[in-house]
């Protein structure tokens, strides 16, 4: 199993920009939450679907988030426009079910300028 | 609110045990997690216990709860410098659905 995918792996930009990145979960699975991850605040959890639906999005920071996930195997996030506080790792992970174990990508590391 | 703590740093012998600790605080809990992360790489599934048992081993590792303590440890027998990594203890609790709380990770060094 090629376990979850995300794209790019790292992104550097500048103030202003429009990021977009890009997760596929693990075949089958049906649950994909997004975390984001720094030296300050640790590991948080953005948003999560279930069945493609947003579950929870109360750890999204602001409304330059936002979430999509127009299929099973696709996700996206982006931030609109980018901050350098925006800078930190951001992880999409998949789970089978809510309630399983959840498992994730490598991660993509952003730098924003 | 729910909170989940480790302590921030550990440093053992190659050949040593290692032992992390994490506190938690919700009861409702259901799952603890622990996971692994490499520098420069994603979390690792390392293990996870049910709520209702008291013990997992899985080969050099062993998870221990105590749900009276709200206390978890990994036990990691035998000791090698690639087990060098941050680990970290998650909680799922009864009512945040598929949310994980997270510590703060455990830096492992392992010294030759």
């Known amino acids: 199993d090629a376990g979850v995918i995300q794209s790019p792996r790292h992104e550097v930009t500048e103030m202003g920009q429009e990021v977009t990145l890009r997760c596929k979960p693990i075949?089958?699975?049906?649950?994909l939450f997004w975390y984001r991850q720094t030296m300050m605040r640790g590991l948080e959890l953005l948003i999560y679907?279930?069945?493609?639906?947003?579950?929870?999005d109360s750890g999204m920071p602001e409304d330059r988030f936002s979430a999509k996930m127009p299929n099973a195997s696709f996700s996206t996030l982006k931030i609109q426009p980018s901050e350098p506080r925006d800078s930190a790792v951001y992880f999409c992970a998949s789970s089978p079910g809510t309630e399983s174990a959840q498992y994730f990508g490598p991660g993509t590391r952003l730098l924003v300028l | 609110g729910e909170d989940v703590e480790q302590s921030l740093f550990l440093s053992v012998r190659e050949g040593d045990s290692s032992v992390i600790n994490c506190t938690y605080t919700?009861?409702?809990?259901?799952?603890l997690y622990w996971y692994k992360q490499e520098p420069g790489a994603g979390l690792q599934l390392l293990t996870y216990i049910f709520s209702n048992m008291d013990m997992k081993q899985d080969q050099r590792l062993t998870v221990l709860l105590n749900k009276k303590d709200k206390h978890l440890s990994l036990r990691i027998a035998d000791t090698q410098t690639g087990d060098s990594a941050i680990y970290f203890c998650?909680?799922?609790?009864?009512?945040?659905?598929?949310?994980?709380?997270f510590g703060q990770g455990t830096e492992l060094s392992v010294k030759p």
């Open positions: 075949s089958g699975h049906n649950s």
């Open positions: 919700d009861s409702s809990s259901t799952y």
């Open positions: 679907f279930n069945n493609n639906v947003p579950i929870d």
């Open positions: 998650a909680e799922k609790t009864g009512n945040q659905g598929g949310k994980l709380i």
